[in-house]
């Protein structure tokens, strides 16, 4: 199996941050990685497929990046809309989650 | 607009069964992939099953082959999952999710259904 570790678990940022999330894959994923938002009491939505391709609807402050085993979310200018627990996905090899990065106000 | 709604969870006890769905609509239902990802209370997100557009091939999580049946009724625009043997770390929200056929992310999710393994 792939397992998937996020880092850090949880973050405080300011508004008008820029913030990074990270995501390591126990092997190559080609790629194949998307982070989803998770707002308190909500489904969570696709942000972010292919490592960097924006899901239609999502704001451009979102953006993706990395390749092989190593993979970040970058969210620019920070929005108080944006707190939300963050997931980064494989979809490699069946589908395995990252155990999620708790995003707060500071 | 696609959603997805589910329906029938709820408290059950050890080793009962338990059956609930998800009603799609706003797409063309035999078109997609379906899967069910659920999520215990303040946990992560875990798959757990995956039926492809016609159903003629599933997959599941081991932790749950063998108990778990995932299906469809396309001409209803449904998804299911059948759960027997239920244990208690099978507590969680359940999500039903679509995404297009093979590996691929999931891109609209239901609001979720409650179940809850306790005696």
């Known amino acids: 199996d792939i397992r998937m570790t996020q880092s850090p678990a949880s973050l405080s940022a300011s508004l008008g941050e820029t913030v990074n999330i990270e995501c390591l894959a126990s092997?190559?994923?080609?790629?194949?990685l998307a982070w989803y938002q998770q707002k308190p009491g909500k489904s969570p939505q696709l942000l972010i497929y292919?490592?960097?391709s924006l899901q239609n609807g999502v704001p451009s402050r979102f953006s993706g990046s990395g390749s092989g085993t190593q993979y970040s979310l970058k969210i620019n200018s920070l929005q108080s809309e944006d707190v939300a627990t963050y997931f980064c996905?494989?979809?490699?090899?069946?589908?395995?989650f990252g155990g999620g990065t708790k995003l707060e106000l500071k | 607009e696609v959603q997805l709604v589910e329906s029938g969870g709820g408290l059950v006890q050890p080793g009962r069964s338990l059956k609930f769905s998800c009603a799609a609509s706003?797409?063309?239902?035999?078109?997609?992939?379906m899967a069910w990802v659920r999520q215990a209370p303040k946990k992560g997100l875990e798959w757990v099953a995956t039926?492809?557009?016609?159903?003629?091939?599933?997959y599941y999580r081991d932790s749950v082959k063998g108990r778990f049946t995932i299906s469809r009724d396309n001409a209803k625009s449904t998804l299911y999952l059948q759960m027997d043997s239920l244990r208690s770390e099978d507590t969680a929200t359940y999500y039903c999710?679509?995404?297009?056929?093979?590996?691929?992310?999931?891109?609209?999710w239901g609001q979720g259904v409650m179940v809850t393994v306790s005696s």
């Open positions: 292919n490592a960097n």
């Open positions: 996905q494989q979809y490699n090899n069946y589908w395995t």
């Open positions: 092997e190559d994923i080609y790629s194949d």
């Open positions: 706003g797409f063309t239902f035999s078109d997609y992939a």
């Open positions: 999710a679509r995404h297009p056929y093979g590996y691929t992310p999931f891109d609209y």
């Open positions: 039926i492809i557009y016609d159903g003629s091939s599933t």
